[in-house]
């Protein structure tokens, strides 16, 4: 068994990854470290959790804590990869970081988005971004992975086929998340009395996903998200200008052919239809009234979004089945 | 009093309309139309409005049922009112239609988005068409409307003062909307688990109010909407090429200064602050970054998208006063 | 017009009181206090009240902040309305309070099941218990009102008629509350993904507001509160022992005919029908099987179940129409 | 691998099964029936399993379908297998069924609560009733199983170690489902309009479970369902008089300790732990006040109430591991 900490358990990824953990035939999550929630039981911070993991504890975090672990798990909020990540990196375990710490190369890109200079700018390098299907032989070679965020996932795994056909600078993406991507902090935004019966868009012109979108995909984005009443899911609608007729649904069919989490089909996507599952479903047109495409994309935040690609990635590392413990079937309805 | 007859009584519109009339200090809403719940008493297909209307029953709609009327409204399946209008403007009553038959001015139009022939093409100069906001004028002289589709008056009142500012070639619009924008027909798109928790986006590249919004617009209009597990509420999110940098915000402040409908704010709109009024929210935006504009509105589809909306075009028809019968205040939470 | 002032302005009832004022023919809420968001614009605050109040601000309480006040609105958290009702009742103005601290007539019962002594039990007498429909001519004759909880409303009105045909001590009440009913403050609780896709039950065996159905059914009451994933809405489902064969449906209808906001009905009662209006539908049976009864209530507790009733018995006891402001249409769907 | 078929694969239950069997490492689903969408590909019916089963069609079922088969899983409407049940069980292969046909061993119950006469009431007595936790070795022992319905299986695990401590003519239970329950057929009552937002009872006095509940529990059951705005889940909140002080919170801990699936707790359960998973949570308490036992339970009705019971009924017919396949962690949040 491979022994497992994850940094971050109480909070919603920490609790994902924890259901992937029980489901997987070689992870043990051994030391499960939350510093708001310390001390407490598993079973009282994740009632859900409490038949699998029946004896656990919330620890708070310790330098020594990770003697002996194998692979190390972060989602932590955003900024407090950097201050720890050298002293994992020097353990030699295989580290997965679902931070926005360490997605960027460029420590200038990361200073204008999050509006703070990095703090470990000489270890970005170190870091793989996070996306098997796009780069997959630097994940199983690498001992670091920036687990892509839930935004650029969606849209990347979208658009990255159709670059050939569009022209980038014209990319306008329109996304709809569940409440999960803000987290479980408590904000009258993600209060059910505000959510429910709602749909606002957030963020206008300023998220700093738009960063990753940017540099995976080259040419400036525009990236308006949305807050939708669900728990999970993402869907991306996105268009550009097309430079001229063309076969986007094609394009991806034949670029994610064989893929065990990508499923490419003329349908339009539902983002029910990945509940809970590591999968990502696409379909895309080409407008010949307009002479744009739109390509669109859903997958579950928490999962292909977080959690799942967090799993996938340490797989790809580890040198084992790359969909070990991860389901491309959602839990429908 | 003003006598009302409701055609399409039965349906969620036609609802909303009795709701409305309820609170109205002028229109006595005294014959109920609705061909499949014909014969029934109105409490037993809408218990919401038992109390109100404990007497009333739905008929089966006949030529004659209409002496004595003074105000004609129609919430009929798309069709339908091409095969009476004729009748109805020969009474001289005002007539108010959200069928999208008398929307657009151009048969040959309507042909190429409703993939039938026009029925009664002589008659679409008869109707103007619905948004008060845009063509009161015309309304206050008018007998016959047609009221605007929800997603068109979202998009339209959003993006209408802003054309001087923008290539409305490039107008890109992404829009979510509760689920009884679909109707009450049974259909597997609109059962409670096939929405509920999800979100996905229909109609890719042909929705037909595309043709509404291309009308009043100018341009080529890409329209993607899509369905949010929620019952009432539309967002349009719409971007454009900006000819340069611009203020649309003030913009639409300036278009839109004492509409008692329309609230302009840097706010980013939330549908669920109109729910069940005939307000509708907007902003904009200019990205330097990208040179586009973006411009987002938020309405109840069932009001001012619906229902709202043809009580305010009758009320200006009828010369009362425009806000008569009509909320501005949304139910929330 | 009537110059009203609203305690509480920035919460959830507050904001309802806001909404219904809006429509009231005689309400004008000038002062609108509200300690946690003192200073702000209205607008700010509550974004759907923004085109009606455009230029109202939410201010700090002060004790002569009420001179030239008519009728006074007092939406708190528990506790507060004891420090100050005694200024308020000097006054000799219209108070309406939505708290527990003036709804049980016996201090002992109070500090029972409200751990901790009352502050001000001397003045518990001179509040009528506030359900118009069964104290009607205490309300018209009294200067203050505390308006019943949003559960007991829904319980007392269902019940209250039975009780000649029941054992009041074998009474067990199961209702499902909207979030709304937490109210706004922000809670793990009331996070929308704690709320979202659940049904739980709380407060068992000692939800407060069992002593508000004791007082006024007699008897042993189980009451378990149940929190549903939606906004507003309170059912309870209530079973009592029959002392016989009854007809406890025709029970009600007799006891609320003409009642202008009691639907009694043999239909189940569907929380919907009700929403933002101050109706109640009501419906009962008896069980020949197992000899007992079965009565089924539905209302909107920020309604009928809290501002509703504020405005209802605030028009009893200034003399107007007893539904001025007030709707008995649910907003639906 | 075990062979498997599934009849009304679908449905609801069918997908669910198509889900659990994904995830077991012996059932390998080789023909799935349903009559409404023969010839149909899977991936078309349920596009949530596209990447699971990519080459899947549904099939018109025929008396030679079943040749080659090792276990069989019926989920049809009510009244299906009492026509085909001999057939099956005349080929000797394990057979699952979760229709109500085969749950009542008494034919008379059958036909006061269904309204008809059973069709085969002389095979009755071949099914062992399917709760694994009550009868663990009938069912190891038999060839063919009726699994329990959704609400007797909350309400009979919550309430059978407590016979010894109530009188069992007194029980009351409310129950909450979510919309599933009531199956993929297009209803008005299961359109989104009518459910979001919602919460209502139905089945008033006469719902069929109530039968099951009297079958295991003895007693007079009073049962009122409820619907409720969510996908899945059950939560049955279960009232009786105790028969004197005492602890009925140990008498659940003890009856399930070292159950795989059961977890009991003092915590008041949520349905949301359980989404997905074939996990149920169990709280008690003796109310002092009024002398009446509480209990309340929590599942996922198309899990542990449908299709997570059946695959554990089968694992123990065959001999496997009773946990293969099946997850005891809810999908959270």
Redesign the interface.
């Known amino acids: 068994m491979i022994k497992v900490a994850i940094l971050g358990a109480s909070g919603?990824v920490g609790?994902e990854l924890?259901?992937l953990c029980?489901?997987h035939p070689l992870f043990d999550a051994v030391r499960l470290f939350g510093d708001s929630q310390a001390g407490m039981a598993l079973?009282d911070v994740?009632?859900?959790?409490?038949?699998?993991y029946p004896a656990a504890r919330v620890e708070r975090f310790a330098p020594d804590a990770l003697d002996g672990i194998d692979l190390v798990f972060a989602a932590l909020p955003h900024g407090q990869s950097q201050a720890i990540a050298a002293d994992i990196l020097g353990r030699g375990v295989a580290f997965v970081d679902l931070g926005a710490d360490f997605r960027l190369d460029d420590a200038a890109a990361y200073a204008r988005w999050y509006k703070e200079e990095h703090k470990a700018p000489d270890l970005l390098g170190r870091f793989v971004y996070g996306i098997p299907e796009l780069h997959r032989d630097a994940i199983r070679a690498a001992k670091a992975v920036a687990a892509a965020g839930c935004y650029p996932t969606t849209t990347i795994l979208a658009l990255k086929p159709l670059l050939p056909l569009i022209d980038p600078?014209t990319i306008?993406v329109?996304a709809?998340s569940?409440?999960?991507g803000a987290g479980?902090a408590?904000?009258?935004d993600?209060?059910?009395?505000?959510?429910?019966?709602?749909?606002?868009?957030?963020g206008?012109?300023s998220h700093r996903h738009t960063a990753e979108m940017e540099m995976e995909l080259g040419g400036?984005?525009?990236f308006?998200p949305?807050l939708?009443?669900?728990?999970?899911?993402i869907?991306a609608?996105c268009?550009a200008q097309a430079k001229g007729p063309c076969d986007p649904l094609a394009a991806l069919a034949e670029a994610y052919a064989g893929e065990?989490?990508v499923?490419v089909?003329e349908?339009?996507?539902?983002?029910?239809?990945?509940?809970?599952?590591n999968?990502i479903?696409i379909?895309a047109?080409y407008?010949e009234?307009?002479g744009?495409i739109?390509a669109?994309a859903?997958l579950d935040n928490l999962v292909k979004g977080a959690a799942g690609q967090m799993v996938q990635c340490a797989n790809l590392m580890l040198g084992i089945d790359e969909d070990a413990g991860l389901?491309?079937?959602?839990?429908?309805?």
Chains 1, 2, 3, 4 share one sequence.
């Open positions: 919603f609790a924890l259901r029980a489901a079973a994740h009632p859900h959790l409490a038949l699998a600078d306008a329109s709809a569940g409440v999960s479980k408590l904000k009258e993600t209060h059910f009395n505000t959510v429910d019966e709602n749909f606002t868009a957030y206008l012109l400036k984005v525009l308006t949305h939708a009443p669900m728990n999970r899911g869907l609608t268009t065990p989490f499923h089909s349908r339009s996507p539902s983002v029910k239809w990945t509940l809970g599952s999968a479903h379909t047109r407008d009234r307009t744009r739109l669109i859903a389901s491309n079937v959602g839990v429908w309805p």
